[in-house]
């Protein structure tokens, strides 16, 4: 079982660009939600997908969207970055069945915004 | 509305001996109460969960969390702490009732264990 697998690792972007983020969910798994983790915080919630739809937003901007695969698999999209942007962001899956269920949680992508 | 605190930033202790990392938190409804461990530029790993039943819970490497609804506290515990358990540990709550599906993360408790 590969876990929950994150791409890129590392990337490096400047102001106004566009990125994308992509999330495999833990085998068995069908939900994903996604974070941002600034340095020496706690993961902030940005949303989450179950059965390809967006199922609960946090309190981000609409410069972040996503998208969820019928394989379950997500993207992350933020457009118009900005230097506060740069963070680590986990994905993380679980099953949608019971909200006792535990959180597995990806490596992260590290993202600077120069 | 759900909250979750860990009072302390940083937790010192010396290998060998026990070790508390502290966590409280606020839910309108029964808690489903999650603690996780991260290690330096990795994701978090999940350790152990209350759910409902024992308040003692067991996870993984030795941690423990006794849930304590009068105190509202998930305090997580380790009878003898080692060098490699020196991480950031995040404590999470979820409400048993409501609409939401989402975790509140604390903002973590950095844990060194010296020599």
Do not use: M
């Not at chain 1, 833990?26 to 939600?33: I, L």
């Amino acid at each position: 079982d590969a876990g929950v697998t994150q791409s890129p690792t590392h990337l490096i972007k400047t102001r106004g660009q566009q990125v994308t983020l992509r999330c495999s969910p833990k085998s068995g798994h069908d939900t994903v939600s996604w974070y941002q983790q600034a340095l020496g915080q706690g993961p902030q919630f940005i949303f989450q997908y179950y059965e390809e739809e967006e199922r609960q937003r946090g309190n981000f901007p609409d410069r972040f969207s996503g998208h969820q695969f019928p394989n379950y698999s997500s993207e992350l999209n933020v457009n118009a970055l900005l230097l506060g942007d740069s963070a680590l962001y986990l994905c993380a899956s679980s099953r949608a069945a019971n909200r006792g269920n535990e959180q597995f949680f990806g490596p992260g992508t590290r993202l600077t915004v120069l | 509305a759900q909250s979750v605190a860990q009072p302390e930033d940083q937790v010192n202790v010396a290998e060998g001996n026990p070790l508390t990392v502290k966590c409280t938190y606020s839910v309108s409804g029964n808690p489903y109460l999650f603690w996780y461990v991260q290690y330096p530029n990795r994701g978090l790993q999940f350790l152990l969960k209350y759910i409902t039943g024992d308040n003692l819970v067991k996870g993984s490497y030795g941690f423990e969390a006794e849930f304590n609804k009068s105190q509202t506290s998930f305090h997580l515990k380790k009878p003898s702490a080692l060098v490699s358990d020196s991480a950031l540990y995040f404590c999470a709550v979820r409400d048993s009732s409501g609409g939401s599906y989402i975790p509140t993360f604390g903002r973590g408790t950095s844990l060194i264990v010296h020599p």
